[in-house]
């Protein structure tokens, strides 16, 4: 079985040398460059191909949200999940803009830990706790700021498992019991959730089911 080929970014040998150990451990993953520093990863990447990218936000030098946005035109096949001390949210909009799979804090449980690398490296997403309303309003504006018009109920498209799940949340079912009712994760519903809200250009699920329902795709 190919291992899953991580690289760690952290300006704090100590705490590196703790999850290389965490991370060699395992027996579906290892740990195949390190880097204490942006310029370091930067040149590193450019030549070596990795499976997932753990960086630090906060290093001297070129900081980790800039290194990650260098690295992920090299490595774009890589899966960049940041790991850091802060939960910041403006940092978490910047990971999700840059096109990063995931954003955990440092204080999580080694089991956490492992389970972020797994998921990211299968194409899933994994942020810290629930996507918020709030927060993923204002990534909508953001990424809409310069966008006048929105898209008209006719041009979006819903996939067969986003329209299950708005179809749901239309009708009162919290999202641990979608997952358990669809037999998948939360982290795949909060996925899907953004999704939704993605292509009906609004900044909450109440807008999105609002949308449906004017467009005939809830009764």
Not at 9 to 24: M, S, T, W
Not at 34 to 40: I, L, R
Not at 92 to 108: C, F, N, R
Not at 121 to 144: A, P, W
Request: glycine letters at 6%; a negative charge; aromatic letters at 6%.
């Amino acid at each position: 079985m190919k291992k899953i080929a991580v690289f760690l970014v952290d300006d704090h040998e100590i705490f590196r040398n703790g999850l290389k150990q965490l991370i060699n451990n395992e027996s579906d993953m290892e740990v195949i460059g390190e880097a204490s520093m942006g310029e370091d990863a930067i040149s590193f990447l450019a030549k070596t191909h990795v499976d997932v990218i753990i960086m630090d936000i906060r290093m001297p030098g070129i900081g980790g949200l800039d290194t990650g946005k260098s690295v992920l035109k090299d490595n774009n096949k890589a899966k960049l999940l940041f790991f850091s001390l802060f939960d910041n949210p403006d940092y978490v909009l910047t990971a999700l803009d840059m096109g990063a799979s995931g954003y955990i804090l440092k204080d999580t449980s080694n089991k956490i830990f492992l389970h972020a690398i797994r998921t990211v490296h299968n194409g899933h997403f994994y942020f810290i706790g629930e996507v918020t309303d709030t927060l993923v309003r204002k990534y909508h504006e953001q990424r809409n700021a310069s966008t006048e018009t929105q898209s008209t109920s006719s041009e979006i498209s819903l996939s067969k498992r986003e329209q299950q799940i708005i179809r749901m949340i239309h009708q009162g079912v919290t999202n641990k019991e979608i997952a358990e009712s669809l037999g998948i994760s939360i982290r795949t519903i909060e996925a899907h959730r953004l999704n939704i809200l993605r292509k009906f250009q609004v900044g909450t699920i109440e807008e999105a089911v609002e949308n449906a329902r004017s467009s005939f795709m809830l009764s």
